[in-house]
């Protein structure tokens, strides 16, 4: 189970308890305050007290306290208090009690405990979560095509004129990911308000998904640099890959590139050296040979199918998660589980694989 969803389900229980615990108790209702909505203004270091105001829009009278310093008792609150920050809203439940500081000259101390809470939130609509990802999206492909020159297929086209793998399945995850993350940005600052401008983090299975994506670009840039230099260096022809006449997605992304005619070269007869010429090894006739046409290749298809589960779980994923925007100073974005964390590792290795024992010509 993923942090997020941890944190989700305490929150959960915790607004579940303050419903119990603002019920009448049977012993002394007194010491059991309503709900209240209260802003954090401070955290203690050790998480054993905090201070809260209500709020301008609180009447401050004999019986409701603007500034609350709570103090925090139970165990659980206090694992709790360590995920608050100055300026969340929240929903508490806290208890009161009053005692008398001297027996002589009485004089009536109030204390206050904080028993649970949760964070305030509110929920867009299922039609304003898809307007919000439509148009965050929208801003990142139009400054795609505005950076790009109006052809952002560049982005994904190899020098080979072919589109690639790798710088795909890195656009796509990119573009994935930052417009999820304007969009957090733009649902906080419509429905929080501008007080929760940014704040927003990037879990860690998201990060390494990220990182793996450019590590699989770099990685098959590198591979076959080094497939290129290397004939070269030893002063043998260098492979290269024949450049298509045009892309064609689909072809390209889950088929190999084939491999080109071969010509019939004649037989050569030996020859010793004459005078500048040199001498000529004798070589059979080699036959010419037919061209093959691009085949389907596994690799590449198995590392399409993964970006795009990957992908389409993570849209889902964010698009539940915007159901609920939280008055919370510092949130973080969904988190991918492990199971397609480690699929779209190994899709990628598997892909690298292939790069790695391939014909530079030919994959």
Avoid at 12 to 20: D, K, Q, V
Avoid at 245 to 260: A, S
Avoid at 292 to 318: E, H, K, N, R, S
Wanted: charged share 15%; aromatic share 8%.
């Amino acid at each position: 189970m993923t942090r997020i969803a941890k944190l989700a389900i305490g929150w959960i229980l915790a607004c579940s308890a303050i419903s119990l615990l603002s019920l009448p108790a049977w012993g002394d209702a007194t010491t059991t305050e309503k709900p209240t909505h209260v802003i954090v203004m401070a955290v203690a270091s050790d998480q054993l007290s905090l201070d809260v105001t209500t709020g301008p829009s609180t009447v401050c009278n004999l019986d409701t306290a603007c500034n609350l310093h709570l103090g925090v008792a139970d165990n659980v609150v206090k694992d709790q208090v360590k995920l608050l920050h100055k300026g969340d809203h929240l929903q508490i439940v806290y208890s009161t009690d009053t005692k008398s500081t001297d027996a002589k000259s009485p004089a009536d101390v109030k204390t206050f405990t904080l028993k649970a809470w949760c964070v305030d939130s509110v929920a867009p609509s299922p039609w304003s979560r898809a307007w919000v990802l439509l148009v965050s999206a929208g801003a990142c492909f139009l400054l795609t095509l505005i950076f790009s020159g109006f052809h952002p297929t560049q982005l994904i086209i190899s020098e080979d004129n072919r589109y690639s793998n790798s710088r795909f399945q890195m656009a796509l995850w990119f573009f994935v990911l930052i417009a999820s993350y304007v969009a957090e940005l733009l649902l906080r600052v419509v429905w929080a308000g501008w007080d929760f401008t940014g704040g927003v983090n990037i879990p860690q299975n998201l990060l390494l998904l990220s990182g793996m994506s450019a590590l699989t670009f770099a990685g098959a840039k590198g591979i076959t640099s080094s497939k290129t230099s290397a004939p070269a260096v030893a002063g043998q022809p260098v492979a290269q890959k024949k450049r298509a006449d045009k892309p064609n997605f689909f072809l390209d992304l889950t088929h190999d590139d084939g491999i080109p005619e071969v010509p019939a070269q004649p037989a050569v007869a030996a020859r010793a050296a004459v005078g500048d010429q040199p001498a000529v090894e004798a070589k059979p006739a080699v036959p010419a040979k037919p061209a093959v046409p691009p085949q389907f290749d596994f690799g590449d298809f198995q590392m399409i199918i993964v970006t795009i589960i990957a992908v389409a779980t993570y849209i889902v994923l964010i698009f539940n998660f915007f159901g609920h925007v939280e008055y919370s100073k510092l949130i973080t974005l969904p988190d991918v589980d492990t199971t397609i964390l480690a699929t779209f590792g190994l899709g990628q290795g598997a892909y690298l694989t292939k790069k790695a024992v391939g014909n530079v010509g030919t994959s």
